[in-house]
């Protein structure tokens, strides 16, 4: 096994869902991508992804390209090819369940409601892998699930929500570093 790391953030492609809440984790990984210098633009397993440094440690930086509710088909391949444990890959995605600008961190778990975490427990054939998940909920009442995700965050709720992600990235370089107990 290798001792790199994979830090993917999960979302849609494409700038029509650049905003949406279901985009979360795509938003935090440019963040961390900045943060350390890294530029996400090679091509490789249904996936733009970058290879840089945190702490030391060899990191792949990645945006799955498949669509949400089929991350895993990028993230599995990826980690088998490049021969990344599990306990070395860190998904960070939209939680409906958790507070708006807000974060939690697991070290593993099931997926929820979640189709993109769903693909990606089925692709790497474990639970246990760490996650950080950004929160975006509740769900008006007045919505459905899917019509809400879907839906840009709000501009009214943007600093807060955007605010989220310098915490989201300082987890995973946390993760990455040995920092944080999972």
Known sequence: MS????????????????????NLGFLAID???????????????????????IGGHDVFL?????????????VGPFANYYKIDPSHIIIVYDDIDIATGTIRVRG??????H???KSVIAHLGTEAFPRVRIGSGPVPEHMD?????LADVPKEQRQTVF?????????CEDIVNGKRDL
């Not at 001792?3 to 279901?22: E, F, M, R, S, V």
């Not at 990645?62 to 990028?74: D, I, L, R, V, W």
């Open 31 to 53: 963040m961390l991508a900045e943060r350390c210098n890294v530029r996400i633009e090679r091509k490789q397993f249904h996936a733009l992804f970058g290879k840089g440094k």
């Open 115 to 117: 189709n993109g975490m």
């Open 3 to 22: 001792d790199a790391w994979l830090i993917a953030g999960l979302g849609n492609p494409g700038n029509k869902y650049a905003y949406n809440w279901h």
């Open 62 to 74: 990645m945006k799955p390209q498949t669509f949400m509710n089929n991350s895993g088909e990028a």
């Open 163 to 171: 605010g989220s992600f310098e915490e989201a990235c300082t987890a």
């Open 145 to 149: 699930l899917v019509s809400y995700v």
């Open 108 to 113: 593993k778990g099931s997926a929820g409601t």
